[in-house]
C-alpha cells in the first residue's frame, strides 16, 4: 500500500484524474470502479476538462458503479444514477449502455444486485477501482459490522452515514435519507486489478489512521485494502 499526500483537495483531484486518463490511454476499454458521493465531484471535473480537451477518450470504456440508495427513481435529485449523469456521464464521449450502477427500484433487489455481478464479471473486471471512504470507514455502503455479504448486496446504513448524508446532501433531514441501499461487496471491490482511495478533509482521518495501521477490522471495513496487491492512498 502506498500514500500519497497533497496540498489540497485541487491538487488530489488532479492527481486521481491524472492516473484514470493514464489508464485509459494505456487501455482504451478500460473497466473502471466509480464513488460517488463529495469527495469524487473534484475528479469528474478533472475528467471532463481532460476530455473536452482532447486528452482522454472514453467511447470504449466501462463503468461499474459502487452503489446506490433503495427506493430513489433514477431522476431523483438524489440517485447516485443522477449523480452520475450530472457529474461525468453528460459531459464526456461514453456509451450510456456501458455505464452500470446497481438497481435501488427493482422489484426483486437481490435478483438485480446477482444480475449485477455477472454484468461485472462478463466485463472482464474492474481494471481501475476509485474508491471514497466513510468517516466511520465504510467503502461503499459497506458498514461497520460483525459480518457482510462478500458480494453486491442490499444493506442498512448506520446512523453515522445517514446523519453525514443528511447534513451533506439532504439538507439535514435524516427523515429524507433512504435507510436502505444496494452496494457491491468487499470481495467485489477486492477484485480489481489496483485500487486508488481519495480522501479529503479531518473528518476522515481516523479512518485513514486506522487503514494505515495494518490492523485488519470489520469495524473500519477499509481495513481490508491491506489484503489487495496494488492500493494508492491519496490524501489531502
Known sequence: MQKLTYKNYAAMSRAAADIVVATVKAKPNTVLGLPTGSTPIGLYAELVKDYKAGKVDFS?????????????????????????????????????????????TAKDLNKAAKEFEVKLKES????????????????????????????????????????????????????AVPKTAVSMGLATIMQAKKIILLSSGESKNDAIAKIESEILTLDCPGTVLHMHRDVTLLVS
Open 60 to 104: 470504449k470504456v466501462t463503468t461499474f458503479n459502487l452503489d446506490e440508495y433503495v427506493g430513489l427513481d433514477v431522476k431523483h435529485e438524489q440517485s447516485y444514477r443522477r449523480f452520475m449523469q450530472e457529474q461525468l456521464f453528460d459531459h464526456i464521449n461514453i456509451n450510456p449502455s456501458n455505464t452500470h450502477i446497481p438497481s435501488g
Open 124 to 175: 472482464g473486471g474492474v481494471d481501475l477501482f476509485v474508491l471514497g471512504i466513510g468517516t466511520n470507514g465504510h467503502i461503499g455502503f459497506n458498514e461497520p459490522a460483525a459480518g457482510m455479504p462478500a458480494y453486491t448486496h442490499v444493506v442498512g446504513l448506520a446512523e453515522e452515514t445517514i446523519k453525514v448524508n443528511a447534513d451533506k446532501f439532504f439538507g439535514g433531514d435524516m427523515e
